[in-house]
């Protein structure tokens, strides 16, 4: 079972910058899909990006052309780059690992507040 630890979250003002971190350890990293998922007050979790084992991305339509998701298996880290953040990025941001048929394994989150 792989354990997910999320990092990288703050404040930051509109249009700024930050890049999420996610350490993966206890299992085979390089074998699971990850993804990144948020969810803002009084919503549902959604999300935001995910990417192969083999390095094929996938974004949300809200977030294209803002956020990048890569992966680094030698350090069994997934990372989220967010550029241009908006208001409505506000949100706990979560790490999850995905194999085969199984349910996803979730960190704990990391806050993301993007205001003036």
């Known amino acids: 079972q792989v354990q997910l630890v999320e990092s990288g979250g703050g404040l930051v003002q509109p249009g700024g910058s930050l890049r999420l971190s996610c350490a993966a350890s206890?299992?085979?990293?390089?074998?699971?899909?990850m993804g990144w998922y948020r969810q803002a007050p009084g919503k549902q979790r959604e999300l935001v990006a995910r990417i192969t084992i083999g390095g094929s991305s996938y974004y949300a339509d809200s977030v294209k052309g803002r956020f990048t998701i890569s992966r680094d298996n030698a350090k069994d880290t997934v990372y989220l780059e967010m550029n241009n953040l908006k208001p409505e990025d506000t949100a706990v941001y979560y790490c999850?690992?995905?194999?085969?048929?199984?349910?996803?394994?979730w960190g704990q989150g990391t806050q993301v507040t993007v205001s003036s």
């Open positions: 999850a690992a995905l194999r085969g048929g199984a349910s996803p394994t």
């Open positions: 206890g299992s085979s990293f390089s074998l699971y899909l």
